[in-house]
T-cell receptor, first 113, second 113 residues
């Protein structure tokens, strides 16, 4: 079974702090994704990576950056957290040949106060 | 950009009743995926449809892809309380743009025993 893990289930940070969200997958998947999920808005793609050190912006990249130094790990960085970044953050991965079959992690609920 | 609309947003049913959620795209899709997210959980991949007019079944769940590949539906026969959750579709546009699927906002199914 594919396993996608995220570093924290719940996180509380203050406005202006730098925040790191970590995601690790154990299935040697090439593709990794970061989404945020807000009530009534579904899943919105923040960033996507198709290989180590490769990244592409999604629909809502503003205020976020990412890092993929190793194949199994994809980090989401909030350079200066703001209250409007309070949300559920979901990481996902998929194989190169099955791009569209994404496996999600349990999510990190981030609250910025 | 590509829009994937899902209706209804919420659906209340009595256990044993049928349920259908619809996914409509503003552009022709090359494929569509369906996911289920249980309350407090993360999205789990259910199925992918690729061919025009395709119909796939998983036990009480029936998935259809429209002839024009601009809409899809998920039908659950004789709902059970275990069907509770939010169902998302995700579609990839056939006409260029991002190769990452866009998620609909989901339909939340509430089953009353």
């Amino acid at each position: 079974d594919v396993k996608v893990t995220q570093s924290s289930r719940y996180l509380v940070k203050r406005t202006g702090e730098k925040v790191f969200l970590e995601c690790v997958q154990d299935m040697d998947h090439e593709n990794m994704f970061w989404y945020r999920q807000d009530p009534g808005l579904g899943l919105r793609l923040i960033y996507f990576s198709y290989d180590v050190k490769m990244k592409e912006k999604g629909d809502i990249p503003e205020g976020y950056s990412v890092s993929r130094e190793k194949k199994e790990r994809f980090s989401l960085i909030l350079e200066s957290a703001s209250t409007n970044q309070t949300s559920m953050y979901l990481c996902a991965s998929s194989a190169r040949i099955q791009l569209y079959e994404q496996y999600f992690g349990p999510g990190t609920r981030l609250t910025v106060t | 950009g590509q829009q994937v609309m899902q209706i209804p947003q919420y659906q209340h049913v009595q256990e044993g009743e049928d349920f259908t959620t619809y996914c409509n795209s503003s552009t022709t899709l090359s494929n569509i995926q369906w996911y289920k997210q249980r309350p407090g959980g993360h999205p789990v991949f259910l199925i992918q449809l690729v061919k025009s007019g395709e119909v796939k079944k998983q036990k009480r769940l029936t998935f259809q892809f429209g002839e024009a590949k601009k809409n899809s539906s998920l039908h659950i026969t004789a709902t059970q309380t275990t069907d509770v959750g939010t169902y998302f579709c995700a579609g990839k546009s056939a006409s260029g743009g991002s190769y990452i699927p866009t998620f609909g906002r989901g339909t939340s199914l509430i089953v009353h025993p």
